[in-house]
């Protein structure tokens, strides 16, 4: 490992990343569940946390960024106020789903793995919820949605419409 590629070490008190690390005891071994808190915690996993984990588990930043980019679940940007995730696998592909991406991204403006301006949805693809026998399926919010046309997608986003000017 070049000796540029090593981080510099980071004087002060303990960050909340830095107790994330602690709290798994500055092992290579945890990265991946320290990831699965920062991102709990921040909603993201921003360029400071990459730092912060690599002094912490003695890791230059790009093998810190390797394991992040590697697993798709992981964001490197704030995600909307909702996230609707449209499963692309072929049970769903064979039920409509290109349909279904293409109506949600004209509906927002957006193409998939973006966020609308506002920063109130992200639409992701993601490849099987499990929910084959109901496809095509999405998620909203973490909430499984199954047999989903335009029309049932437009009665779904109109509720998130809803739910916030509450």
Known sequence: MAKSDRVTPVVGPPTEIEAIAQAH??????????????????????????????????????????????????????????????????????????????????AFGIAMGETTADGSVTLEPIYCLGNCALSPAIMIDGELHGRVSKVRFDELVDGLAMERMQ
């Open 25 to 106: 005891g500055n092992r290579p071994e945890n990265l991946i569940e320290m990831l699965h808190e920062v991102q709990h915690r921040f909603g993201f996993v921003s360029n400071q946390a990459v730092h912060r984990l690599a002094l912490a588990v003695n890791r230059s930043r790009a093998e810190v960024h390797g394991v992040l980019t590697f697993y798709h679940d992981f964001r490197r940007e704030m995600p909307g106020l909702h996230i609707i995730k449209i499963c692309r696998a072929e049970a769903c592909q064979a039920m409509g789903c290109r349909g279904l991406v293409r109506h949600a991204e004209l």
